[in-house]
């Protein structure tokens, strides 16, 4: 990147060594099988455990957990989508998809990484769903479920496509985990501030699709590096969450369906 980008540099996104980083999501990145397995047995026996107690009320730990998710967000959403701002503008669209200098750029690496570490603690959402005796949609732990294990599989090879992927979420979180704190909060919202959400959650899983599309289109040219394999798992995950999201803003906006937490 040129000598004004840099100049916004954090010491500690200068200073983070995503060598040593790549290498531990190496060595370490089946460990999110575990986490998906004690997280998947929580769902089932929580909710079990949850149906002869009452409700508890946990709407000001909620509050701050969703604000920090959503702080986190934000910052991640600024720095990478500053990122891929420059990419766009000074290489063009094609090389913001093939690009795979997002993990070891001095602006995103760190956020890069920190963005895949996140989806284990995101998990804890869904404590607050089951222990507030919530209704819990499968989308909610499908999606939490397939999202950590294809984040921390994609970091580990750092595949092309990947800065799309990260800018697009840490964005559509920052929106939807504000909703959340504000929701938590005791806070009016508006209705349609919720449809919006879902909006731009099913947005994204159209673009997703694409950019894996593009990736496939172009894996062959030098500067598009991706496997067929990750491809293949990233659009069946994409196509899935697609139909999963469509399916949820029908019943929820549509069809005068029940309001659910969604992520």
Known sequence: MNESALSGLYDFE??????????WMQANWTKSFVFCGVYATFVFVGQHLMRSRPKLNLRRPLALWSLSLAVFSVIGAFRTGAYMFHILTSSGFKESVCDNNFYNSPLTK????????????????????????????FLH????????????????????????????????????YSYYTARAAGLWVPRPLAMVVTT???????????????????????????QVENIMWGFLLYLSYLVLFALFFYDSYLRGGKRAKTE
């Open 14 to 23: 200068r200073r983070f060594d995503d060598r040593r980083a790549q290498e």
């Open 110 to 137: 760190f956020w890069a990484f920190a963005f895949t570490l996140s989806k284990a603690p995101e998990l804890g959402d869904t404590v607050f769903i089951v222990l507030r005796k919530q209704r819990l949609i």
């Open 141 to 176: 732990w499908y999606h939490h479920i397939t999202v950590l294990l294809y984040t921390w599989y994609t970091y580990k090879d750092q595949v092309a496509g990947g800065g799309w992927f990260m800018c697009m979420n840490y964005s559509v979180h920052a929106l939807m």
């Open 200 to 226: 731009c959650q099913i947005l994204q899983m159209l673009i997703g699709l694409l950019i894996q599309g593009l990736v496939y289109h172009w894996i062959h040219e030098v500067h598009c590096p991706s």
